[in-house]
DNA sequence: GATGAATGAGCGTTCATTCAT
DNA sequence: AATGAATGAACGCTCATTCAT
């Protein structure tokens, strides 16, 4: 198997979630991708390409995956539930990249950030609209929409730094878990969701590293 | 008022907090701070050990006031609510320097990494310890203590990305909420802190620099 | 027409003549020959390879031409007259080449530069040969033969840097008053040179890239 | 003796006068200076801009000398003379610095060619104006001024290739034949300049390295 | 206390060249 | 004949740090 785009994705990721896209040097970059440092450059056009190249796909896919959940129902409890197993699901299944696409938006150039925060924006309106609806039609209740919205955002968003593949907790569990704190947070009525299979099977990108060996029947 | 380690520090902060740590040059912090590069090793021994002294302080501070939280009361709701309502004033209080500390954990070296790390887990035992007594008798109730858990501290600490001093919203709003979602989240049952004053008034680090004016009573 | 020795050679001299030798990458050089960079390697050796084939080819054509403008007479004024014409009808007709194969020198490292460096001092000597002689036979008159020398050549190469073969003067015009112009500096009498035909024309190299088209005949 | 600006304008046309500006690492230009080159970088903002400061000290005096030579009289054979003079003069006095300004204009880039070759063409027209006025007074004769000014130049700046302070001629000598020279070429009168001091001191410029050690008295 | 000068190491990037296809 | 992939070396430049003044 020879090396592709994939495959400096991947080290890139694993490197830049790690150390940091600063602190990370072409040359740990070749190294890792198993590949000579002037090489690299027949693959991306710059360190900061590199870094766009992983993000853009990032969050073009978090939008794509966001975006069909909300097609899936017009209720806005199952629309919030598919949102948020759809959250959890892609930044469960891509850690790192996902970590990289949230920390590393401060490392672009003007050239660049103005772009991929418009697609980060675009992700979180998402969000903003479901909560909105929700609350105007009376199937969500809270004190501050806004601050919800950002509780349950960040809540998600921190999977990425927790979650083991090879852990205790299926994603499965986790999804149901989230979305389940989402319905409280939101007075959600319990059995609104009883039935409904809103849970998201997510994709892994190619910029995501492989996961560690999920556990094996030890049984 | 000439220069001093607390501007210093508090130009570190803002620098750390936009750029990174990696990507700051120890003549921008000079420059921030209005002296040479070179009397920045007066102040301090080195660039790490200027972001240790950043990241002891805050540390510090949180573990202090969470503790003395914790210690208020005896009843686990009113523990959580101090806990909580402590890590959001702090972190909306100090937001450059809890963003510092959070982030830059990894640019640590394996010299200094482990003390941080140590204070950092300190930290968090804090929830753990409450939500852990707190589900043992029967104060709190969720299907899983650590994603409570997990899900609290993010969120709470993700008040660092988007509160702002002068915005629409008081801090003892934010506090407030954010206790009450907390309590949704582990059904504790309304009105356990009815009358109960939980609000921490948060100290401001000598690090974290000076926030926007807020907002004039134009009325 | 497909690519061929010539057509490389062009490119390089229009970009040598233009940036320098140090100055063009290998990949300019390709590009600029409608070739890959790696394909080059089967025309010529190396980059430094290249540019002596075009300086041998260009000293090679200019002693040639000025040795048999001196054969063409045994009269010290006229083998001047035959010099400074081919010199500057040459010069004129392959500026950038001409320009390459003076510049450049610099750029050879020792394994060539003294072949080509003979060269040159072989073309040299030609001029110095007919001063020398003609002074010898009183044919011309100056106080320093070797500046004069220097003088002529300098002045006529000057025509590399502007001359235009669409610009107001015919070559003819200018080999005519160049050649006026040194008989002036040697005092030579007037009249020496009437009715004789010592006007040059010069070669086109195969390394010299297509010159602007002449000017139309609008009339 | 400490290194300054001077020292590495010198060692920088040294080099550049011999391998040309692109051929030249900074690193060998730190080695010339006797400093690191990252030391080299406290003396001169750029490669380029080190280029740039000796090329503008460069052209600057040549047109402050050419100046001054022409307000010392309103004779235009006067004026040539002291032009002729001064060129020459500054031209082998500051060979090395000279031939970089010459050769490495199409060094610099966009940002700063226009600049320095706005100087150039000053410096030019100097020649220009003398040759024209005196063209029009009936003081020079010749049939093409444009080609004589040209020729002009061109055989003084030639100069720069051959002339050794230490060698046969002393350079009072070769300004004294190149006005002689120029005066043929223009059909200038025998005696005109008779008792007129039409000789120029130059200067010499900080950035030209230090010549070879005059001839001595070996007798 | 403060700084300009200095440096070895490293940065991201490009170089001329090779070679399997 | 032609090329995409590859590389070690070098590029111009910036880094964190030291030190004499």
Redesign the pocket.
């Known amino acids: 198997m ?2 592709n785009l994939g495959k400096v994705q991947q080290a890139a990721v694993s490197l830049f979630a790690t150390r940091g896209f ?1 602190a ?7 190294a890792a991708a ?10 991306v ?6 870094l766009v190249s992983i993000m853009r796909d990032c969050l073009d896919e978090m939008i794509r995956s966001g975006s069909e959940a909300l097609r899936r129902s017009a209720e806005p409890a199952i629309q919030l539930a598919g949102l948020i197993s759809s959250h959890v699901g892609f930044t469960a299944t891509n850690q790192l990249t996902a970590r990289v696409a949230e920390y590393e938006m401060r490392a672009l150039s003007e050239a660049h950030r103005p772009t991929m925060q418009a697609l980060r924006d675009e992700y979180e309106s998402l969000f903003a609209q479901v909560l909105e609806r929700g609350a105007r039609v009376g199937a969500f209740s809270t004190e501050d929409l806004t601050m919800a919205r950002l509780a349950l955002m960040e809540m998600g968003t921190g999977v990425a730094h927790w979650f083991r593949a090879d852990g205790r907790l299926r994603l499965e569990e986790v999804q149901q878990y989230f979305v389940s704190m989402a319905c409280r947070i939101l007075a959600v009525e319990d059995g609104e969701l009883d039935g409904v299979d809103f849970v998201v099977a997510p994709r892994r990108l190619a910029s995501e590293p492989d996961p560690p060996q999920p556990r094996a029947n030890v049984s």
């Open positions: 020879s090396v600063a990370t040097g072409i040359r740990e970059l070749g198993g590949i000579n440092s002037a090489t690299l450059y027949h693959y056009g710059s360190k900061e390409e590199l």
